[in-house]
């Protein structure tokens, strides 16, 4: 079955150092984002990407970054300058971009939590 | 920047009860979605309206965009206790290319 997978699903990082969060999708899908959920802050997108080898920033950008050398895979890394790291960390794709034409599918997140 | 106000914050209601939650927004939106996220899950698509009035259900739950495509409803008849989660309304513009989100109704069903 197609579908889009986070991984791992919990991470323990200390302070200072850079971590990144894995995501792959088997959708065939364009559009890729990146959103953090904090408690009762609902979902802000962090990166998102149209295509291939092209990405652009979202409302909280700072202190994170990406890349998207291959459809299928929109790897984040929450680097050091990252004032709060901890969150719950959602990938979602769409077939085309504007996705909210079609809707996300989204993965089921990676808990990281920097000690 | 465009936003969206989901209320209630959170509901806690005995099985059986209907649920009723809204979004509204001081910009117009094209495409109304409404997510729900189990504990600890992704959130996954329930609903998605693209023509302002129109009103689909999918199974127990009814959905609504907005005449004036600036706010959506969510209704969910006889709760049950697999309701438990947070639902998120969507709004997408189309110019921005972007879903913006609501803040969340967490619901909470007491058997």
């Known amino acids: 079955d197609g579908g889009i997978t986070q991984s791992p699903k919990y991470l323990f990082r200390k302070e200072g150092q850079n971590v990144t969060l894995s995501c792959e999708q088997n959708l065939n899908h364009d559009a890729m984002y990146w959103y953090r959920q904090d408690p009762g802050q609902g979902l802000r997108l962090i990166y998102y990407?149209?295509?291939?080898?092209?990405?652009q920033k979202g409302d909280i950008a700072e202190g994170y970054s990406v890349s998207r050398e291959k459809k299928e895979s929109f790897p984040l890394t929450v680097t050091s300058a990252q004032k709060n790291p901890t969150a719950f960390y959602l990938c979602a794709s769409s077939r085309a971009f504007p996705g909210s034409d079609y809707g996300y599918t989204f993965g089921s997140g990676t808990r990281l939590t920097v000690v | 920047g465009q936003q969206l106000n989901q209320s209630p914050q959170s509901m806690f209601i005995q099985e059986g009860e209907d649920v009723s939650m809204n979004c509204t927004s001081s910009s117009i939106f094209n495409t109304w979605l409404w997510y729900k996220q189990d504990p600890g899950e992704g959130p996954v698509l329930l609903i998605a309206?693209?023509?302002?009035?129109e009103l689909t259900s999918n199974g127990r739950l009814t959905a609504q965009f907005g005449i004036t495509r600036k706010d959506s409803f969510l209704n969910i008849s006889a709760s049950i206790p697999s309701d438990v989660g947070i639902y998120f309304c969507?709004?997408?513009?189309?110019?921005?290319?972007?879903?913006?989100f609501g803040q969340g109704t967490t619901l909470q069903v007491k058997p």
């Open positions: 309206l693209y023509k302002a009035g």
């Open positions: 969507a709004g997408g513009s189309g110019n921005t290319g972007k879903l913006i």
């Open positions: 990407s149209q295509i291939v080898n092209d990405f």
